[in-house]
T-cell receptor, first 116, second 113 residues
Framework: GAVVSQHPSRVICKSGTSVKIECRSL??????MFWYRQFPKQSLMLMAT?????????EQGVEKDKFLINHASLTLSTLTVTSAHPEDSSFYIC????????????FGPGTRLTVT | QKEVEQDPGPLSVPEGAIVSLNCTYS??????FMWYRQYSRKGPELLMY????GNKEDGRFTAQVDKSSKYISLFIRDSQPSDSATYLC?????????????FGKGTKLTVNP
C-alpha cells in the first residue's frame, strides 16, 4: 500500500516553455500533497504544500506564479513549471499524506526536468 | 542556520558490517523522526518512523531517538550490498495545519561484497 506515482519520469523542454508534472496516490486518498525539489548531491527542499480543493501554500523564496500547483482531487496533484529556464532543471518529487493514522509522507519516484 | 545536520559521508563498509548513521537537530518543535532510503534517481522510501525517545527495531534496522540531546541514529545490522543507497533523516513539525518535513543532506552508503 501507500504507492505514489509521478508522470513523466523525465522530461526535456526548451527554455520558455511550460511543463506539467502529475502526482497520483494510487491506493489511498491524499488530503495533503507536497512538492519538493532536489538538486544534485543536495537534500530535498520543500517547495509547496497543497490540500485538496484549496490553494497551495508556498515556501519562502518559491514563486507561486512560476510553479503552479493544482490539487483538484484526493488522488491527483499537478505541478506546472511555467516559462522554464535552465536553472529550473532539477529533480522534482511529490509526496502524499493520507491524513489518517500517522504523519508519514509517501514519496513518488520523482521527475527529472532538464531545460535546454 | 541549518536545522538538521547529517554526517555527509560517503560511508563505505564491508558486507556484514554494522552501519551507524546519525543526525542532529536544533529545533525543539520537531515531533516525528524518520529515516528514508533513496536510490540513485529515485524517490525516497520510508524506512523508519518514530515519535518518542528510545529505540525502534524493524528487522535489521534500528532507529534511535534522543530528544534531550537532539540526536537521532539509524543502525543497520548485517549490512548487504543492496543496502547501498543514500540515507536521509527527516523531521516533521506542524505548520498551517500540515505536517512538514525538514531533511538532512543525506549520507551515501556503499556496502562492498
Amino acid at each position: 500500500g501507500a504507492v505514489v506515482s509521478q508522470h513523466p519520469s523525465r522530461v526535456i523542454c526548451k527554455s520558455g516553455t511550460s511543463v506539467k508534472i502529475e502526482c497520483r496516490s494510487l491506493d489511498f486518498q491524499a488530503t495533503t500533497m507536497f512538492w519538493y525539489r532536489q538538486f544534485p548531491k543536495q537534500s530535498l527542499m520543500l517547495m509547496a504544500t497543497s490540500n485538496e480543493g484549496s490553494k497551495a501554500t508556498y515556501e519562502q523564496g518559491v514563486e507561486k506564479d512560476k510553479f503552479l500547483i493544482n490539487h483538484a482531487s484526493l488522488t491527483l496533484s499537478t505541478l506546472t513549471v511555467t516559462s522554464a529556464h535552465p536553472e529550473d532543471s532539477s529533480f522534482y518529487i511529490c509526496s502524499a499524506h493520507s491524513g489518517a493514522g500517522g504523519n508519514e509522507q509517501y514519496f513518488g519516484p520523482g521527475t527529472r526536468l532538464t531545460v535546454t | 542556520q541549518k536545522e538538521v545536520e547529517q554526517d555527509p559521508g560517503p560511508l563505505s563498509v564491508p558486507e556484514g558490517a554494522i552501519v551507524s548513521l546519525n543526525c542532529t537537530y536544533s529545533n525543539s518543535a520537531f515531533q516525528y523522526f524518520m529515516w528514508y532510503r533513496q536510490y540513485s534517481r529515485k524517490g525516497p522510501e520510508l524506512l523508519m518512523y518514530t515519535y518518542s525517545s528510545g529505540n525502534k527495531e524493524d528487522g535489521r534496522f534500528t532507529a534511535q531517538v534522543d530528544k534531550s540531546s537532539k540526536y537521532i541514529s539509524l543502525f543497520i545490522r548485517d549490512s548487504q550490498p543492496s543496502d547501498s543507497a543514500t540515507y536521509l533523516c527527516a523531521m516533521s513539525f506542524s505548520q498551517g495545519g500540515s505536517e512538514k518535513l525538514v531533511f538532512g543532506k543525506g549520507t551515501k552508503l556503499t556496502v562492498n561484497p
